[in-house]
Nanobody
Framework: EVQLVESGGGLVQTGGSLRLSCAAP????????IGWFRQAPGKGREEVSC????????DYADSVKGRFTISRDNAKNTVYLQMNSLKPEDTAVYYC?????????????????????WGKGTLVTVSS
């Protein structure tokens, strides 16, 4: 059963914008930092952004800083990713998952960490 549900993907031209949504059950939304990840053809998984469930602090991949913004709506149990100035390199399937904070700590320490909660993804295609 899918615990998180992404939506908002589509086809846009270079320089365009999209807003992705991730709907999560309350126990996930309240207890975990939720992040956006993407998988492009021929490439490995890349973390795009992460937002804390406690203080609301955010992190961004260098490749999207200044262009993407992550946010949370507590009333709707939804995490958003506003994507502006899109490039063909942004083309990928975008997933939301938890716990991205735990994943950060594991990566720094060189420890394998598997996040338990994922959605099925939404496809973003940016034409040149």
């Amino acid at each position: 059963e899918v615990q998180l549900v992404e939506s908002g993907g589509g086809l846009v031209q270079t320089g365009g914008s999209l807003r992705l949504s991730c709907a999560a059950p309350g126990f996930i939304f309240d207890d975990y930092a939720i992040g956006w990840f993407r998988q492009a053809p021929g490439k490995g998984r890349e973390e795009v952004s992460c937002i804390s469930n406690s203080d609301g602090s955010t992190d961004y991949a260098d490749s999207v800083k200044g262009r993407f913004t992550i946010s949370r709506d507590n009333a709707k149990n939804t995490v958003y990713l506003q994507m502006n100035s899109l490039k063909p390199e942004d083309t990928a399937v975008y997933y939301c998952a938890a716990d991205c904070r735990g994943s950060h700590i594991a990566a720094i320490r060189g420890i394998h960490y598997v996040m338990d909660f994922w959605g099925k993804g939404t496809l973003v295609t940016v034409s040149s």
